[in-house]
């Protein structure tokens, strides 16, 4: 009789304690991405250097984020926005997202907006052209690095 009492005591509490409603937590995780890739125009590396150019465009920028936080694209130059060839400069200037940049330190473009991006941005450049009988022969280089990270 008691192992009786007992199992009922047993039973009745577990029904006391049934529930009516229960709840189940779903959970997906995307990791972030961010990525930045340079399609250079076969022109890039054949400035004709003799004569003036005005946003010719020398490649196409690929961005891709999906940071919760924005982005930022940071894009720098290796001789300071100016070809060089030994101690000889040509000044230019870099045109990115429409906006013409000062290379003389690195400039940054930042995107607040929270959303996924792909996107494709032009580059540019402008400069005056210079006879050829005035430049010193070689070749004029800069090396433009572009950067992204999330804000």
Do not use: H, R
Not at 18 to 40: C, F, H, R, Y
Not at 52 to 62: E, G, M, W, Y
Not at 63 to 82: A, D, I, R
Not at 117 to 141: E, F, M
Request: hydrophobic share 40%; net charge neutral; proline share 2%.
């Amino acid at each position: 009789m008691k192992s009786f009492i007992t199992v009922a005591l047993l039973t009745m509490s577990s029904l006391s304690f049934a529930a009516t409603s229960a709840t189940l937590q779903l959970k997906g995780t995307i990791l972030q991405a961010l990525d930045i890739s340079i399609v250079p125009e076969s022109v890039a590396t054949s400035l004709n250097l003799t004569q003036t150019a005005s946003n010719l465009k020398v490649a196409v920028i690929s961005e891709k984020s999906n940071s919760n936080t924005g982005y930022k694209v940071t894009v720098s130059s290796l001789n300071n926005g100016k070809l060089k060839n030994g101690s000889q400069l040509f000044p230019y200037t870099l045109g990115y997202n429409s906006q013409n940049l000062n290379l003389n330190s690195p400039q940054t473009q930042t995107y607040s907006t929270i959303q996924a991006y792909n996107v494709s941005k032009d580059v540019t450049i402008s400069y005056t052209g210079i006879a050829q009988d005035a430049l010193v022969a070689g070749d004029y280089v800069d090396t433009v690095t572009f950067t992204i990270a999330a804000n």
